[in-house]
């Protein structure tokens, strides 16, 4: 998967150099903390899967239609199923309430490669493009550059064309679900397919859910929304849909600040929110908009395509 990082790099310009390679070498110290294949001391690692509950729901429903895979395996052995599953001995903590295994992966990584805007050039729009300073991005509109000084940098221009974007999509795919039976969403079929509907099938609850009519006038309209469920992300009200597109046209999916700190929806110390993307990825923006505006107007900003 490929996501969008905007990176702040305190940095001077030097006239006559290679703005690219510049960059690339004041990223590399700020990027390396979050490198994969960082090895660490071992330790536990409870999220090493993000639902237990899950994987082995996941795991049983496989073994059970494939027996051919779980020869030799307990499938009343919850530890030896996810052991197998996951393809490490997952133990458990009775003082956190969880499972675990024991790794020497990196608890910070976020990527396992990554360039300098790679698919997301022309991600920022800047006031003055013909700058030195400014990385160009944009083919189209030479205003879409990839990296500049966040003086250089329109942010609340930027801010409000993601928001007039957003409203127009909104209207579009509230006009295909209002002309269309109702659909459901995504997470609603998976969760009925976990129960045994679709012959437990998840596969078989996804292609349901993307035959639906209004989901199929939705992605054939071009408003399928990256890797989200089309209908759960349009079901918000209108001003929520469009003030989140607005408080996401300038951090991407994930913003690194000048002092190391990462930010994105699954890094959110002390939230005490719902854990679902939704809400997690209202609170990051929460987060990241403020600490992009506080920095000095001659910190740096460029956008990093990362691979996990």
Partial sequence: ??????????????????????????????????????????????????????????????????????????????????????????????????????????????????AIGGRYRGMLLSSDHADPRVLPGGEQDPRRVTGAPKHLLAFAEHRARAEDEAARQWDAAHAVLRRNPPAETAEALVERARTGEFGGDRAAAIRHHRSQPAVRELLGAGLEPGMSCPVEWYSVPRDEFTATARDQAVPGYAFLDLDGTWYDRDTLPGYEGPDHWLPRRREYLRRANPAIDALPDDTYLVTVDCHV
């Fill in 1 to 114: 998967m490929h996501f969008a990082v905007l990176v702040a790099v305190d940095r001077r310009h030097s006239p006559g150099e290679d703005l690219e390679d510049a960059l690339y070498e004041a990223l590399d110290p700020l990027m390396a903390p979050y490198d994969e294949r960082v090895r660490v001391p071992p330790h536990r690692d409870h999220e090493y899967e993000d639902d237990w509950d899950g994987a082995h729901d996941d795991a049983l429903d496989f073994y059970t239609r494939h027996p051919e895979h779980a020869r030799g395996l307990d499938l009343g052995d919850r530890a030896a199923v996810l052991s197998s599953w996951v393809g490490e001995p997952v133990l458990w903590d009775d003082e956190v309430g969880s499972h675990y295994v024991v790794t020497t992966d990196n608890p910070r990584a976020k990527w396992d490669y990554w």
